[in-house]
């Protein structure tokens, strides 16, 4: 009906998967905004619970301020490098060519966001953590309050040299295992796509009538009408010198 003729707009980039493409590296570019807030927020707290322990418990809590200075730097560049991750998966997305499986090629490429995030988070925590531990002699899980009961092995962790090391190794490898696991998946769902493109080249085309061509008829001998046989009056040609019926020279 003509009266929703306005809409086909929408329906057309709809279905093509422009405007998801779009609405979806425009949520990434806002998330990643986001990010670089939470970091600059998490950068001002740190350095705010350092200095007010340091100003409470007197001057022998430098290193506990130290050690703050150094984690709120790592928030800050967990903030920069999660906008950096976010911006760069919203580029890729809004990049995608047109195909007929747009919700999986994106969904392949959030896959690989999630992988890279969790890798940046847990390497930053753990190398954070691990300077933390060792200029404190504390952990860094002690001071994030509920945050700690939500990261896996919070509750084994503690201070010192030792201490800051195993935290370390631990958020590295979940960091590591993190990203194989999603990148993983963003393979499993590229071959998923792959498959689907190469079933679809594979129907059946529906074959084309071949024009029969008629040939051309054989050229006809040209024939006097004034010349025959005397023999047998068989009608002869212009150039034959014996008759074709009866073999008589023609005279």
Not at 58 to 66: A, D, E, K, N, R
Request: charged residues 10%; proline residues 5%.
């Amino acid at each position: 009906m003509k009266v929703f003729a306005f809409l086909e707009p929408f329906f057309n980039a709809l279905s093509d998967g422009k405007l998801i493409r779009l609405v979806v590296a425009w949520v990434l570019r806002v998330v990643a905004v986001l990010m670089a807030l939470v970091g600059l927020f998490a950068f001002i707290a740190i350095l705010g619970v350092g200095f007010k322990t340091t100003e409470d418990a007197g001057p022998g809590s430098v290193s506990f301020l130290i050690g703050c200075v150094l984690a709120s730097l790592f928030c800050l560049a967990w903030g920069y490098l999660m906008c950096a991750v976010f911006f760069f998966r919203a580029r890729s997305i809004a990049e995608l060519g047109d195909s007929h499986f747009t919700v999986l090629s994106i969904l392949s490429l959030l896959f690989r966001l999630n992988g890279e995030m969790a890798l940046v988070t847990y390497s930053l925590l753990g190398v954070g953590g691990c300077l933390f531990a060792w200029f404190t002699e504390s952990s860094l899980l002690e001071h994030l309050g509920a945050l700690s009961g939500s990261l896996p092995f919070a509750g084994n962790s503690s201070g010192g040299f030792l201490g800051g090391l195993t935290f370390a190794g631990f958020m590295l490898l979940i960091g590591f295992s993190s990203i194989v696991l999603f990148y993983a998946l963003a393979e499993l769902t590229v071959v998923l796509v792959e498959i689907a493109l190469n079933t679809r080249s594979l129907r059946p085309v529906p074959a084309r009538p071949v024009p029969v061509r008629t040939p051309a008829p054989a050229p006809q001998p040209v024939v006097s009408a004034h010349r025959v046989c005397h023999v047998c009056a068989q009608p002869l040609e212009s150039s034959a010198t014996f008759c074709g019926e009866c073999g008589t020279p023609v005279r």
